[in-house]
């Protein structure tokens, strides 16, 4: 019973292609967050939505737009993929308002050749 | 904004000793949380420990154990009797205490640990 899954665990594409990660959460959480760890790892913030709403979003290129049908799902779509997105993305869900454990998926490592 | 710094970027202990991995952080609110996750070569992201701002007592779970001096801004992660398995890299967070976050934690650059038999 996987809390937070993603899909795909890995993704190698090309300069200037479209490509989505699909997240899934069954934990009931009514939030969602992306996370970018980059080649150094350094994890930083990307979006958060609460009950399907985009509260955080922290500076990123409008090539990457989040998208949450429902509480549940989170999906991160980039358009026209350059080198320096490379890096390994992470979903995560928690309780927006309620202090409790942030849990994790497994990650997404992109690689844009 | 806040800042989360860990000046260690690579530590390593014999198995069966003991670890301590420094973290700091800058923040001026009152009310906030702070975590340490563990991230083995799996990438998975693990919790390891949290930490309430308002309790004064150190959390403990099992061989592991914090050091949090709230004035100092110091939270530091104490791994007793190191196994083979405490391997990973080891990030510490922040998360605030206040509505408008939704949880968001800021992390530090990591520490990776290296466990020797």
């Known amino acids: 019973d996987t809390a937070v899954s993603q899909t795909p665990k890995y993704l190698v594409t090309q300069m200037g292609n479209d490509k989505s990660i699909k997240c899934e959460q069954n934990?009931?959480?009514?939030?969602m967050y992306w996370y970018k760890q980059d080649s150094k790892k350094f994890l930083k913030i990307m979006f958060s939505?609460?009950?399907?709403?985009?509260?955080i979003n922290e500076t990123v290129p409008n090539r990457f737009s989040p998208k949450s049908p429902d509480k549940a799902h989170l999906n991160l779509h980039i358009n026209s993929l350059e080198l320096g997105d490379s890096a390994v993305y992470f979903c995560?869900?928690?309780?927006?308002?309620?202090?409790?454990?942030?849990?994790f998926g497994p990650g997404t490592r992109l690689t844009v050749l | 904004a806040q800042t989360v710094t860990q000046s260690q970027p690579e530590m390593s202990v014999q198995e069966a000793e003991t670890v301590t991995l420094s973290c700091t952080y800058d923040?001026?609110?009152?009310?906030?949380?702070l975590f340490w996750y563990k991230q083995p070569p799996s990438r998975q992201m693990i919790l390891v420990i949290r930490?309430?701002?308002?309790?004064?007592q150190n959390a403990t779970e099992n061989r592991f154990s914090v050091n949090f001096q709230k004035a100092a801004k110091s939270f530091s992660l104490k791994i007793s009797d190191s196994q083979l398995g405490d391997a990973a890299m080891y990030f510490c967070?922040?998360?605030?205490?206040?509505?408008?976050?939704?949880?968001?934690?800021?992390f530090g650059q990591g520490t990776i640990l290296t466990v020797h038999p």
């Open positions: 995560a869900s928690g309780w927006g308002l309620v202090i409790d454990t942030q849990y």
């Open positions: 934990l009931g959480h009514d939030t």
């Open positions: 939505y609460n009950n399907k709403e985009l509260i």
């Open positions: 923040t001026s609110e009152s009310d906030y949380y």
């Open positions: 930490q309430e701002a308002y309790k004064q």
């Open positions: 967070a922040y998360r605030s205490g206040g509505g408008t976050s939704y949880g968001k934690l800021t």
